[in-house]
C-alpha cells in the first residue's frame, strides 16, 4: 500500500468495516505523513492527523482550533446543507457558548451523578444477560444483546417511558448507521432530515411535558436550564437530547461487542477476566481503545497555524482520527495487542481537551456492569461465524457478532 492508497481510509466507509486495512493504512500514514492532506472529489479537502500527540495539542487549543464550522467529517452535500439542519448541539459550539451549555448537564455526567444510576445499570446488565440465556446457547451479540443495552441506559437517564425505547432506537440506528447499505434505511437526504425531525418533534413534546411537570431527570434538568438567564431555546434543548440519545448509545454499544470480538481473538485474554474478576476495570478501557467507536471529528483553524512542521491556514481543517491515534506506537506497548491489564492506557478514543466526551463514566460504568455479570455466568463462549463491521464514517463497530456459548 502506498501513502496515497492508505490516505482513502478517511473517506471510504469500507474501511472502517476492514480493521487491518485501515490499521495497516494509518500505521503507514503515522510513520510518513502524519499530518497529510486529503483530497476527494466528494469531500472537502482536510488534512488527516494520526499521531497521538497531535491529536492532543489540537484537541487541547480550542482557542485556535473550533468546531463549530465544521465538527465532523461529511460527504460535501452534508458539510454544504449543515445549516439547514434544526438542531444545534454540543459538538458543533465553541466558547463562549460551548462551555456554558456543557454546563447544564456536566455535573450529571460527573462521577456522583453517574453513581445514581449504578443500580439502574447493573439491573440493566442482568436483563440483557438474562436475555441472553434465553436466547438458548447462540445469538448475534450485537443485534440481540448490546445493540439495546446502552441506549436503554441513557433513556433511563434522561427519564423517557419505556415504551418509547424501540422508537429511540430506531432513530439512532437510522442517524448512525446511515453509510452502511445494510443498516442504511436511511441514505438520501430527505430521508436523514425527517429522522432529524422525527427526533426533534419527540423531543419537543418531552420539553413541554417536563416544563409543566418538573422531575428529577436528566430530561428535566435540560428542559428547565437557564441560559445566560433566560430558559434554554426549544431548539437548543432539543439539540442537547438528540446528541446525548445518540451520543451515548451507538458509541457504547460497538465497544462492548467490538470488546468481546476482541476477548474471544485473543488468546487467553477471556480467561485473564474469568481469573481475576477486578481486570474488568482495565479491560473495558482496553476494548474502549481497540474499538475507537468514535472514527473522528474535526476541528477548523481559526488563524495560520503549524503542526508537527507543516503550515495550515486559517479556515483549514484537520481530521483527528482516534482509532489511529489509540494504535500509536509512540504511545502504547504493542498497539496491536489487546490487553485486558494494558496500564496505563492514555487512549484518545473519548477525545480530549474542551469536547472531551460527557459520557466517559456513564460508558465505563456500563460496561464494566455488562462484562462483571457476563463473565462468571459464561461457562464457554466462541465465535460462530464471521463478524461483520459497519461501513461508517463516523462512528462504527461490529454490526454482526454471532457467537455460541453455554451459561450457568
Ligand atoms: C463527545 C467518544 C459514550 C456523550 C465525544 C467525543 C468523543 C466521544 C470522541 C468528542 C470529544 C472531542 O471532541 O474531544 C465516546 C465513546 C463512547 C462515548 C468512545 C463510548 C465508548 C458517550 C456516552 C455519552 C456521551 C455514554 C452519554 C450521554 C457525549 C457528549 C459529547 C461527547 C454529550 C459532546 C461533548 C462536547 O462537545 O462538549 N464522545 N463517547 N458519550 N460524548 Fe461521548
Known amino acids: 500500500m502506498d501513502i496515497a492508497a492508505a490516505a482513502t481510509v478517511f473517506t471510504d466507509p469500507r474501511a472502517y468495516a476492514d480493521n487491518e486495512r485501515f490499521h495497516t493504512a494509518t500505521a503507514l500514514l503515522r510513520r510518513e505523513s502524519p499530518i497529510h492532506r486529503v483530497e476527494h472529489p466528494n469531500f472537502n479537502p482536510f488534512w488527516a492527523v494520526t499521531k497521538h500527540e497531535d ?28 445549516e439547514n439542519i434544526p438542531i444545534r448541539s ?11 451549555y456543557r454546563h447544564v448537564s456536566a455535573d450529571w455526567f460527573k462521577p456522583a451523578g453517574v453513581r445514581r444510576l449504578r443500580d439502574r445499570i447493573a ?12 436466547q438458548g446457547g447462540e445469538c448475534d451479540f450485537f443485534a440481540d444483546i448490546v445493540s439495546h443495552y446502552p441506549l ?23 442517524l448512525f448507521g446511515a453509510d452502511d447499505e445494510d443498516l442504511a434505511r436511511n441514505q438520501d437526504k430527505q430521508a436523514q432530515m425527517q429522522t432529524l425531525i422525527d427526533f426533534f418533534t419527540y423531543f419537543q413534546a418531552l420539553i413541554q411535558e417536563r416544563r409543566a411537570n418538573p422531575t428529577d431527570d436528566l430530561g428535566s434538568v435540560i428542559a428547565n436550564a437557564t441560559i445566560r438567564d433566560e430558559q434554554i431555546g ?15 448509545h451507538d458509541t457504547t454499544s460497538a465497544a462492548l461487542a467490538g470488546g468481546l470480538h476482541a476477548l474471544l481473538e485473543s488468546p487467553g485474554q477471556w480467561q485473564r477476566l474469568v481469573d481475576d474478576p477486578s481486570l474488568v476495570t482495565s479491560g ?36 483527528l482520527s482516534y482509532p489511529s491515534a489509540n494504535r500509536d506506537e509512540d504511545v502504547f506497548d504493542n498497539p496491536n495487542t489487546f490487553d485486558v491489564g ?27 456492569a455488562l462484562y462483571a455479570e457476563l463473565v462468571p455466568r459464561v461457562r464457554s463462549i466462541e465465535l460462530a461465524g464471521t463478524p461483520e463491521y459497519m461501513e461508517a464514517l463516523f462512528v462504527g463497530g461490529p454490526k454482526r457478532l454471532p457467537i455460541r456459548y453455554t451459561m450457568a
Not at 153 to 172: A, H, K, N, W
Not at 293 to 312: C, H, I, S
Not at 342 to 362: E, I, K, W
Open 90 to 100: 454540543l459538538v458543533q459550539m465553541d466558547a463562549p457558548d460551548h462551555p456554558v
Open 55 to 82: 491529536v492532543m495539542t489540537i484537541s487541547r487549543a480550542s482557542d485556535i482550533w473550533i468546531n463549530e464550522p465544521r465538527p465532523a467529517l461529511g460527504p460535501k452535500p452534508k458539510d454544504a446543507d449543515r
Open 152 to 174: 436503554y441506559v441513557i433513556l433511563s437517564l434522561l427519564g423517557l417511558p419505556e415504551e418509547d425505547f424501540p422508537r429511540m432506537l430506531r432513530l439512532t440506528q437510522e
Open 234 to 248: 426549544e431548539l437548543e434543548a432539543a439539540g442537547y437530547y438528540t446528541l446525548i440519545a445518540t451520543a451515548g
Open 342 to 368: 494494558r496500564s496505563p492506557n492514555r487512549h484518545v478514543a473519548f477525545g480530549f481537551g474542551a469536547h472531551y466526551c460527557l459520557g466517559t463514566h456513564l460508558a465505563r460504568l456500563e460496561g464494566q
Open 123 to 134: 439491573e440493566l446488565a442482568k436483563r440483557f444477560v438474562d436475555r441472553m440465556a434465553e
Open 284 to 319: 473495558v478501557d482496553e476494548m474502549i481503545r481497540w474499538v475507537s467507536p468514535v472514527k473522528q471529528f474535526m476541528r477548523t483553524a481559526r488563524e495560520d497555524t503549524v503542526v508537527r512542521g507543516v503550515e495550515l491556514a486559517a479556515g483549514e481543517s484537520v481530521l
